[in-house]
């Protein structure tokens, strides 16, 4: 990959992917991120995904990085930090609440120091609002952002998604800030106080299902067709007990699902809804049901309908595709 931010030196703070999976990106492009570990400790309750260079979390979140460990609770490790942050163009900080003005690290501490700094503060609920001071982690900005009410449903409850969804999307939209804030110094020489909240990026997902709440009044997006809310979007069984997801979304799109499915009477039911759209479901998953995920992956393959079969993450590790793209 070329190394596009060479050049640039980014100190990060912090312990958990809302900040260190921007940073990894940031890495991956060739900035110099120096990762700042807590030291190890015997406290009762520390997490090995903080210290332990074993840890898969750690592992994944400190590739390309160089690492140090500072205990920034004492002078020591703060002068050190100072002498880093000396030849460094940004800091990322994802600490709780009120801890980086209790270690002398927070923006104006920094910004006395360096006053072109670009800093950016990760953290569940901003730095403003009821909530600004709440504590939390993945799961809870999954609840308070809507993702955990969305991944339920009719006959099933809200579930945690395993994906850090809401810290790998804050952490994104702090590396977008960091290099835009580096693109405005360029040009004007003036720092930058960047404040990203994760409940706001969970949030900032739902956009259009916004607006279709705010425009038109619907209140549950799987009522929408992209969303499930007609037969040719949904998860349907196969016959060795796995699944494909169908995605026919257009007008022409439906056409060809049908005509490839031996079912070309349903074309016209496009616009179904009701019971209506259940009988062309019912329909669709008695054909799709008479063969296999692997059966039905080939056909696509040669007709191009939209059905994908539906894959684990361990087997998405070994698939062709995935191998081919050197992942």
Known sequence: MEKLLTGVRILEVAAFSPVKFGTTILADLGADVIQIDKPRSARRGDLPLLTSA??????WHSRNKRSVVLDLRQPAGQHVFYDLLATSDAVVEGFAAGAA???????????ARKPDVVYARVSGFSESGPDAGLGGHEQNYQAMGGLTAASGGPGREPAVTPLPIGDSVASLYAAIGILSALQQRQATG??????????????SLFGYNAQYHWREGVGDPRT????????????????????????????WAWERLCAVLGVGDLATAYEATGPDAEAVRTRLGAVIAAKTRDEWERINQEHNVGISPVVGYTELLDDRHTRDREW
């Open 101 to 111: 003005e209790r270690l002398g690290i927070d923006y104006e501490s920094v910004r």
């Open 54 to 59: 074993e840890h898969p979390r750690w592992l």
């Open 224 to 251: 929408l067709r992209e969303f499930g809310g007609h037969p040719g979007t949904g998860v349907y069984p196969t016959s060795d007990g796995r699944h494909i997801m169908v995605s026919a979304v257009e007008p």
């Open 190 to 203: 003036q720092g930058a106080h960047l404040s990203i909240s994760i409940q706001d990026a969970v949030l």
